[in-house]
């Protein structure tokens, strides 16, 4: 967040081709991803954001999504 440096912000940029994303069309380029899991994301870098989802179990996966305002 530039308005507030001890924030972070993870904002998605791409989703993988026929990927799970993409393929459940719920998770779109300009999505802000708030949570995984039980995990906030709100004063995680972006390495530490990465490291929460590559350590996510394998099965179902919850996140908080907050969609742009348009």
């Given amino acids: 967040d530039p308005l507030d440096v001890a924030r972070s912000v993870i904002i998605i940029r791409?989703?993988?081709?026929g990927?799970?994303?993409d393929n459940h069309g719920g998770l779109l380029p300009g999505d802000q991803l708030?949570?995984?899991n039980d995990t906030h994301?709100?004063?995680?870098?972006?390495a530490q954001a990465v490291e929460v989802l590559k350590s996510a179990p394998p099965g179902k996966v919850y996140l908080g999504i907050r969609k742009p305002l348009v």
């Fill in 14 to 17: 791409s989703v993988v081709p």
């Fill in 34 to 36: 708030v949570f995984v």
């Fill in 41 to 46: 994301l709100d004063t995680c870098s972006l």
């Fill in 19 to 21: 990927g799970v994303a």
